[in-house]
């Protein structure tokens, strides 16, 4: 594939300035998430014992969102105000019936939901088509059956 081809869904690839081609190699910066991951994953694996906050931080002219998910994900907060929010709300996403779920599932689940209302401006959801919501008339045709 060309320098000046997209992806292999064809969707445009910002290029790196000659300057930041110097600094951080000739790969392109990745437009969309998607791209970015793929990008990502098609690299050679890093040593078993490399610093990963240090290398996204090397990184993030390259995979930006990868670098924010990292520094979010490995890094200690500053203060204990955040994490209490954070365990505020676990009572509005868990709720009582969910009670059986493991902390590790919990803190997933508060995780990606910290993650999807940071990143939703990043993300270009223009192409995702939402599920319809059901009308009454539907409800009622389910109520017959």
Same mark, same amino acid.
């Given at each position: 594939?060309?320098?000046?081809?997209?992806?292999? *869904?064809n969707?445009?690839? =910002?290029? !790196?300035?000659s300057i930041?081609?110097?600094?951080?190699g000739a790969d /392109?910066?990745? *437009?969309?998430?998607?791209t970015?991951i793929?990008?990502?994953?098609? #690299?050679? &694996?890093? =040593? $078993?014992?490399? &610093?990963? !906050?240090?290398?996204?931080?090397?990184?993030?002219k390259?995979y930006?969102? @990868?670098?924010?998910m /990292? #520094?979010?994900f490995?890094?200690?907060?500053?203060?204990?105000?955040?994490s209490? $929010?954070?365990?505020?709300?676990?009572?509005t996403?868990?709720? @009582?019936? $969910?009670?059986? !779920?493991s902390? /590790?599932?919990?803190?997933?689940?508060?995780?990606?939901?910290?993650?999807?209302?940071?990143?939703a401006q990043?993300?270009?959801?223009?192409?995702?088509?939402?599920?319809?919501?059901?009308?009454?008339?539907?409800?009622?045709?389910?109520?017959e059956?």
């Amino acid at each position: 594939m060309g320098e000046s081809q997209g992806s292999e *869904n064809n969707k445009p690839v =910002k290029k !790196l300035s000659s300057i930041e081609s110097e600094i951080f190699g000739a790969d /392109a910066v990745a *437009n969309d998430l998607n791209t970015e991951i793929e990008q990502y994953l098609s #690299k050679p &694996n890093q =040593k $078993r014992n490399c &610093n990963i !906050l240090y290398y996204s931080s090397q990184n993030r002219k390259i995979y930006p969102s @990868l670098a924010t998910m /990292a #520094k979010c994900f490995l890094s200690n907060p500053a203060t204990s105000a955040a994490s209490e $929010r954070v365990f505020s709300r676990s009572k509005t996403i868990i709720g @009582l019936q $969910r009670h059986s !779920l493991s902390p /590790a599932s919990i803190e997933h689940v508060l995780c990606v939901k910290e993650w999807y209302q940071s990143f939703a401006q990043m993300m270009d959801t223009s192409s995702v088509t939402l599920p319809a919501a059901p009308s009454d008339d539907d409800k009622s045709d389910k109520d017959e059956d």
